[in-house]
């Protein structure tokens, strides 16, 4: 049997993950990996406030910047190249469910590979995603985020 990945092997890319101001505890690593048709994706999170899913989501914006009222303003909407609803677009991901703070999983995809995403963003949302609000979810506000590079 062949061996996709193991332990040994670097993710194509990965974001650095932090909360906004309100949640400044927010912290870590989200990576991708380029399997056959598709993308691995693993997320480590710790920080999270509650014990509740949280909406993640592929952002088309390039930077975690933003203003006071709006930290993360520039992440911008969700990456969607093909023009499709929620939750079809490629930057619709599973929901991120906290437990004792963390978070952690791993799934595969076949809506992008991670050079598609390099230079984009990926968010946490204060609330769990529904599956149907046009165009996000309606999954609240951006509590962290971090930005998708190459890795070296």
Same mark, same amino acid.
């Given at each position: 049997?062949?061996?996709?990945?193991?332990?040994?092997?670097?993710?194509?890319?990965? &974001?650095? %993950?932090?909360?906004?101001?309100?949640? !400044?505890? %927010?912290?870590?690593?989200?990576?991708?990996?380029?399997?056959?048709?598709?993308?691995?994706?693993?997320?480590?999170?710790?920080?999270?406030?509650?014990?509740?899913?949280?909406?993640?989501?592929? +952002?088309? =914006?390039?930077?975690?910047?933003?203003?006071?009222?709006?930290?993360?303003?520039?992440? $911008?909407?969700?990456?969607?190249?093909?023009?499709?609803?929620? !939750?079809? +677009? @490629?930057?619709?991901?599973? !929901?991120?469910? &906290?437990?004792? =703070?963390?978070?952690?999983?791993?799934?595969?995809?076949?809506?992008?590979?991670?050079?598609?995403?390099? =230079?984009?963003?990926?968010?946490?949302?204060?609330?769990? $995603?529904?599956?149907?609000?046009? !165009?996000? =979810? $309606? @999954?609240? @506000?951006? %509590?962290?985020?971090?930005?998708?590079?190459?890795?070296?």
């Amino acid at each position: 049997m062949k061996i996709l990945f193991d332990r040994k092997t670097k993710p194509e890319a990965y &974001a650095k %993950i932090k909360g906004d101001g309100n949640h !400044p505890k %927010i912290t870590g690593m989200v990576s991708f990996f380029e399997v056959y048709g598709g993308t691995v994706v693993s997320v480590e999170v710790k920080g999270l406030r509650d014990d509740n899913f949280h909406g993640f989501h592929i +952002h088309a =914006g390039s930077t975690c910047t933003g203003t006071k009222d709006v930290p993360f303003q520039n992440a $911008d909407g969700h990456y969607n190249p093909n023009k499709t609803g929620h !939750p079809d +677009h @490629a930057g619709d991901l599973p !929901p991120v469910l &906290a437990n004792n =703070g963390n978070a952690w999983m791993m799934f595969y995809t076949t809506r992008f590979y991670p050079e598609d995403i390099i =230079g984009k963003t990926v968010v946490i949302h204060e609330k769990r $995603d529904d599956f149907k609000t046009q !165009p996000s =979810g $309606d @999954a609240g @506000a951006m %509590i962290a985020c971090g930005e998708i590079v190459e890795m070296i």
